[in-house]
């Protein structure tokens, strides 16, 4: 069984839309990033560096501890044996675009939604982060108008960039700038595996409130 520790934002929603992607059973748990009970001793056994989302994978008396949501996705592509090609280019092609969402894309956004709401507003930041975003998604788009998906076919790629650039185009308005992003948003979005995601994550947060 997989123990999944989440919560509602662009990376936590990663692993969800993978598990569900492949059929596997898991307890799913949302942690409220807001309390700042990541940084406590009993989450930081699973993750040190005290960021959701994590994993525990249990087998038999084997336990697994992942954290990182592109390594939990390669972690659950290799267990499952789907969604990760096992060689050559499309695997390369892969992880090329995984590391280009864990460098680029998650990060510049996040700034954005961080200066955006912080207590002292900069103009110039925000202006910085969002002409960093723009273009990282205008190399998203250039990819999509050749190809379906990232890396050829539907794989952890497009997991691991699908949150993100769907917070993106929001930030910055900028479906109509970005067509073959957008058609690659509703493609991924219409997957049923993805709206079972989405919906579970929404009801959990819903449960947790009540």
């Not at 697994?64 to 789907?82: D, N, P, Q, W």
């Not at 460098?103 to 700034?111: A, D, E, F, L, N």
């Not at 949150?163 to 910055?172: F, P």
Request: overall charge negative.
């Amino acid at each position: 069984m997989i123990e999944l520790t989440t919560w509602t934002t662009p990376n936590g929603e990663k692993p969800v839309i993978m598990l569900e992607e492949c059929g596997l059973d898991y307890d799913l748990r949302l942690l409220d990033i807001s309390t700042g009970k990541q940084k406590e001793s009993d989450f930081l056994a699973i993750n040190p560096n005290g960021r959701i989302p994590a994993i525990l994978d249990r087998e038999g008396d084997e336990e697994t501890r992942v954290f990182e949501s592109g390594a939990i996705l390669v972690h659950l592509a290799e267990k499952s044996g789907r969604f990760l090609a096992r060689s050559g280019a499309a695997r390369a092609e892969t992880f090329a675009w995984m590391f280009f969402q864990a460098g680029g894309t998650g990060p510049m956004i996040g700034q954005i939604h961080y200066f955006k709401n912080a207590s002292e507003r900069s103009d110039f930041a925000i202006q910085r982060f969002e002409k960093e975003s723009a273009r990282l998604l205008g190399v998203l788009d250039t990819r999509l108008k050749d190809t379906d998906y990232l890396a050829g076919d539907y794989s952890i790629a497009d997991m691991m960039n699908y949150s993100w650039a769907v917070s993106g185009l929001k930030d910055l308005d900028a479906r109509a700038r970005f067509p073959a992003l957008s058609d690659w948003v509703d493609r991924v979005g219409e997957r049923e595996a993805v709206v079972r995601a989405l919906a579970k994550l929404k009801a959990a947060k819903a449960a947790l409130a009540a």
